[in-house]
């Protein structure tokens, strides 16, 4: 397989969830990577949303790179089946690696670790360690309590709206996946997460 073009990180759920469209989702996005020969780079379990997305974007034709500390090889399930799989020891590692091996972040829905991971690496943008798009896909409404209160946030002067620029929302998978391509595209390198992680 050649190098590919195109590589993204994304954050989603061990867990399922309770409706069917967030499985279909995960695999809408894997689809779309794998479609275009582009690669997932995602916290490397196989259980729950992260197993979707990386089973069809292996199914697709993309590649996979799993990220994972060893404290949850055992709990996730670690994905065998990605193109490369990397244990490391801590969380911090796991997010480094990610932040370093990819183009572009989207969040799907999941749990406390998919905020987690967003919100560090939206942090980690305002601080100019990189200047990578970062998306939340708000498909179905997910995330319609987080945006409100981000919004509050703005409203109550803890937050601007410059912050808020840095991230892109949307309800539809693929434009959503395009813009962030896109942007990619325009902005290549300003990558300082190897020099400051």
């Known amino acids: 397989m050649t190098t590919p073009d195109f590589s993204i990180c994304v954050y989603c759920g061990s867990r399922p969830g309770e409706r069917p469209e967030h499985t279909a989702l995960a695999r809408t996005v894997g689809r779309w990577i794998g479609e275009r020969g582009g690669q997932l780079v995602y916290g ?6 992260m197993g979707t997305v990386a089973e069809a974007t292996r199914e697709a034709g993309g590649r996979v790179v799993g990220i994972i500390p060893k404290a949850l090889v055992d709990r996730e399930l670690a994905n065998r089946l ?36 967003l919100f560090e690496i939206w942090t980690w943008r305002q601080l100019g360690y990189h200047d990578k798009p970062v998306g939340i896909l708000n498909a179905g409404g997910y ?4 945006l409100a209160f ?3 946030s703005v409203a109550e002067g803890f937050m601007s709206d410059w912050q808020m620029g840095l991230v892109r929302t949307g309800t539809d998978a693929i434009p959503l996946l395009e813009a962030l391509e896109e942007e990619a595209r325009q902005h290549p390198g300003g990558d300082k997460l190897g020099e400051v992680l």
Request: charged share 25%.
């Open 44 to 49: 490397g379990g196989r259980t729950g949303l």
């Open 82 to 117: 990605s193109d490369e799989l990397h244990v490391v020891d801590t969380m911090h590692e796991r997010k480094a690696m990610m932040g370093e091996r990819a183009d572009a972040f989207l969040a799907l829905p999941g749990g406390i670790g998919t905020f987690e991971e």
């Open 150 to 152: 981000l919004a509050h």
């Open 143 to 146: 995330y319609d309590g987080m």
